[in-house]
C-alpha cells in the first residue's frame, strides 16, 4: 500500500429540501386550508477515526467530498426525508487542519472518535406553516437552508510507542525488520526508506509499535534529503531509540547532527526519553567497537546500547529495556487519565 500523510479536500454538507406549497382537496371538507409539508435536513459531514488504517491515499484520488440534499415536502403535511450523512473514515492520528494550515480544527487521537464537522441545512418550511388568522392561503415557502462548504487539510501523524531516529542507512529498517513482523525494504544505499513504517513488537507477553523514520541528514529542517517533514510522526511517540552507525565516518558527529535537527524542528522532540544505540557492531572490531561506545557516551552523558541489527547480537537487551519503558509510560498515561477523569466526574 502507498504511503500518504497529507491531502488536501473539499467538503460541502446537504442543503435543506424545501417546504411544499400544497392546498387540501377533500370530499366533505368545506374549507380546506394549506397543507404543505417542511423539507427534509440535509446530510451532515462527519468524521470518524477507525483501527486499521495507516495511510490516507485514498484521498489522493477522491478529493471531494458532498452530503446528499434534503428530500422536498409534499402535501398532507408530508415532511421531505431527511438526507444520510456522509461519513468520511480516517487512520487515527490524523488531524483536520483549516485551508491555511494555521488552525488545527481537530486532532483523532482515539480509536472510534466521530466529529460532526459539517452541519447539513435545515429543511425549508411547507406553506401550512405560515398559515395565520390574517392569511388563510399563504402561498410562500421556504427553500431550506443552504449547505456549509469548506476545504481542509488532513494531516496524518501516526501514533506509536517507540520512534526510530538516525541518519540515512544507521539500520533501522534492519531493526525494524528484526524486531517486528514489517518487511521494509533493505538497501545498502541512503534513504531506503522513503516514508515512515510500522511494525509490532511483541515479547514477554506484552506488544508496542515501533515506527521507522526517514533517515535524517543535515539541513533537514531546511529541506534538505527527504526534509524533515516525517519528523511529525514521532511527535506522538513516548520514547525515541536512536541508532548510530558504527562504521560510519564519526559516529559522534552523526549522533549530534541528528540532535540538532531534532532541536530544530521544535515541539520538544529532544526532550523524549532516548535510548542510544552503537548499531553494525559486526562491522567492526572490539577495540574500536569499545572506543566509538566511550566517545558516544562523553559526548552524550548516556551509555550506548551496543547493537547489529543484521546479526540480531543485543537485539535483545534493547527490546527488553523498550518493553519496560514503555510499559512505565503506559502505566503513566492511566493514572494521569484516571485522575482527570475524578477531578471532572459529576458529583
Keep these: ?8 479536500i473539499y467538503l460541502r454538507s446537504g442543503a435543506g429540501g424545501p417546504g411544499a406549497v400544497s392546498f387540501r382537496h377533500e370530499k366533505y371538507i368545506e374549507y380546506g386550508g ?6 427534509g435536513k440535509g446530510g451532515d459531514i462527519v468524521f470518524e477515526a477507525i483501527p486499521g488504517l495507516n495511510t490516507l491515499i485514498d484521498f489522493r484520488y ?15 403535511n408530508k415532511t421531505g426525508a431527511g438526507a444520510k450523512d456522509l461519513v468520511i473514515q480516517l487512520p487515527v492520528g490524523t488531524q483536520i487542519l483549516s485551508e491555511d494550515k494555521e488552525e488545527i480544527l481537530h486532532d483523532f487521537t482515539k480509536v472510534g472518535e466521530r466529529v ?3 452541519k447539513g441545512g ?6 401550512a406553516s405560515y398559515k395565520s388568522s390574517t392569511n388563510r392561503a399563504p402561498r410562500q415557502h421556504g427553500p431550506g437552508w443552504p449547505a456549509q462548504e469548506a476545504w481542509v487539510w488532513l494531516r496524518l501523524k501516526l501514533i506509536a510507542d517507540v520512534g526510530l531516529v538516525g541518519l540515512p542507512n544507521a539500520g533501522k529498517s534492519t531493526f525494524l525488520k528484526a524486531s517486528t513482523n514489517a518487511n521494509p525494504k533493505i ?15 511483541r515479547r514477554h507477553g506484552q506488544e508496542f509499535v515501533l515506527a521507522d523514520i526517514p533517515g535524517l541528514i543535515e539541513g533537514a529542517s531546511e529541506g534538505v534529503g527527504i526534509g524533515d517533514r516525517f519528523l511529525g510522526h514521532i511527535e506522538r511517540c513516548r520514547i525515541l531509540l536512536h541508532l548510530v552507525d558504527a562504521s560510519g565516518e564519526d559516529p559522534v558527529a552523526a549522533w549530534q547532527e541528528v540532535q540538532n535537527e531534532l532541536v530544530l524542528y521544535g515541539a520538544d522532540l529532544e526532550e523524549k526519553q532516548q535510548i542510544l544505540a552503537l548499531n553494525k557492531i559486526d562491522s567492526v572490531d572490539e577495540e574500536t567497537c569499545a572506543e566509538l561506545a566511550k566517545a558516544l557516551e562523553e559526548a552524550s552523558g548516556q551509555k550506548p546500547m551496543l547493537l547489529s541489527g543484521a546479526t540480531g547480537e543485543g537485539l535483545d537487551p534493547i527490546l527488553d529495556q523498550l518493553v519496560t519503558m514503555t510499559g512505565r ?3 503513566k498515561a492511566q493514572e494521569s487519565t484516571a485522575q ?6 459529576p458529583i
Excluded at 394549506?34 to 423539507?39: A, E, L, R
Excluded at 482527570?340 to 466526574?345: A, G, H, L, M, N
Aim: avoid cysteine.
Design 1 to 8: 500500500m502507498q504511503f500518504l500523510d497529507q491531502a488536501k
Design 34 to 39: 394549506p397543507d404543505g409539508g417542511n423539507g
Design 62 to 76: 477522491t478529493q471531494h467530498f458532498r452530503a446528499p440534499r434534503g428530500a422536498s415536502g409534499a402535501g398532507t
Design 116 to 118: 460532526v464537522f459539517l
Design 122 to 127: 435545515d429543511g425549508g418550511r411547507g406553506n
Design 187 to 201: 538497501g545498502n544505499y541512503p534513504f531506503t526508506t522513503l516514508h515512515p513504517q510500522l511494525g509490532v513488537v
Design 329 to 331: 509510560a503506559t502505566e
Design 340 to 345: 482527570t477523569e475524578k477531578i471532572w466526574s
